[in-house]
């Protein structure tokens, strides 16, 4: 590598870094910057977080679905006892299935090729902040 990219890769990465990447702290969680277009009242299981998961999650961790390792998201049972064990923080705040979804080096990328969009993680993070209610 020329000293030159050297010197754009370090700028690249302190750049990155001042973004929320590396203020990362096991047991804390980056909160995404929230867009002004995000309805974030009224969040609700039934109304908000499921659909989230439908749309981006089901197609491998829906019921009876085994391409994503077994985990069944759509299942509420399930899902509850996954958020309950499935822990990288100090408690649901800090859940796993939430840094999955930052794709934060804390936990595997999910979904693996892409981030959801920023106001349906605001949605998850809020939902998962006020103890994962399954409510409608
Ligand atoms: C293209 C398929 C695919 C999609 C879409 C997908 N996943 Fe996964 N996911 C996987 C696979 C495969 C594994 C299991 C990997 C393993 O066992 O090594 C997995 C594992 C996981 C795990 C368990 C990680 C662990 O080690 O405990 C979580 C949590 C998870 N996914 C959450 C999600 C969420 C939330 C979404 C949607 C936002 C999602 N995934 C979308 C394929 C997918």
Redesign the pocket.
Known sequence: MTSISKFWCTVLLITLCAGQACTHKPGMVAVPVIPPSCDSTNITYMGSIRP??AS??Y???GSGVT???G?D?EDTTSLRT?LKN?FRGDNIYGS??YH??LHTPL??S????YI?DTCSLHKVHFWLKNGAPFNS
């Not at 999910?110 to 090729?113: G, N, R, S, V």
């Open positions: 989230i998961f981006n999650c197609s491998c961790h391409t994503g390792g985990l998201l996954y499935g796993k299935l999955c979804m936990a595997q999910m979904p693996p090729t959801i």
